[in-house]
């Protein structure tokens, strides 16, 4: 049975596209995308499409700076991303029995932020290449909220992404004291999605992210 079309949301500070699985299994995921891009960015779309074909429920939202102008990067106050996103994790909650949360780069740094601060939020985190440094500038890590992060958390890196090597992030998930665990992408960079691996890619994310998450 095939999933339905994803269904228009623009509403009180929402905006994005909500994925209805044909068959829900009452959980949901809020998907954010990084500094450069937006919702409707392939690997999103992607991982969208896999995550309802397998019962989870999907919104991926254009974050609040990307709702004032089409293009650029990050602007005004970081909080007012993270508010953003923890308001499209309060429109999802009537609709999930669980609630998880992550993001693309700037997305998913964004939301391990807010989960820092509001474990409430969510269950669980999907990281898909988090931007753990700048590229080559490895002493620059956005680690320092780590040790408060207390929500269980699957990240997803590309074994050549220049903003954290696979050896940079398994040592920076051992500040974390949540569960974790890292899936390496081998061969991608940091869009991780390409045209090498885009026909398995979503699957193999999907199927981590359950054996982790559903059992």
């Known amino acids: 049975m095939s999933a339905p079309s994803p269904e228009r949301i623009d509403e009180s500070g929402i905006r994005g596209f909500l994925h209805n699985p044909a068959q829900p299994n009452g959980d949901a995921l809020v998907l954010s995308h990084g500094a450069g891009s937006n919702c409707q960015t392939p690997l999103l779309i992607a ?3 896999g995550f309802s074909e397998a019962g989870i429920a999907v919104l991926r939202i254009d974050l609040p700076f ?27 909650r009537p ?10 780069s700037y997305g998913g740094r964004q939301t391990t932020m807010l989960l820092a601060e509001r474990p409430e939020l969510a269950a669980g985190l999907l990281l898909l290449s988090y931007p753990l440094h ?35 992030m398994t040592e920076s998930l051992k500040l974390i004291p949540a569960r974790t665990e890292l899936l390496m992408i081998d061969g991608a960079g940091h869009e991780l999605l390409s045209k090498k691996n885009k026909n398995d890619l979503p699957e193999k994310i999907v199927q981590t992210f359950k054996t982790m998450f559903v059992g």
């Open 47 to 49: 991982l969208a499409e």
């Open 66 to 92: 990307r709702q004032l102008r089409p293009l650029g990067p990050p602007i005004g106050s970081a909080e007012r991303e993270r508010d953003g996103i923890a308001q499209a994790l309060e429109f999802m």
């Open 95 to 104: 609709r999930a029995k669980r609630l998880f949360a992550g993001g693309h």
């Open 134 to 168: 700048p590229p080559n500038k490895p002493e620059q890590l956005r680690t320092a909220h780590f040790p408060n992060l207390r929500t269980p958390a699957l990240f997803v890196s590309g074994s050549r992404d220049g903003f954290g090597s696979t050896e940079e």
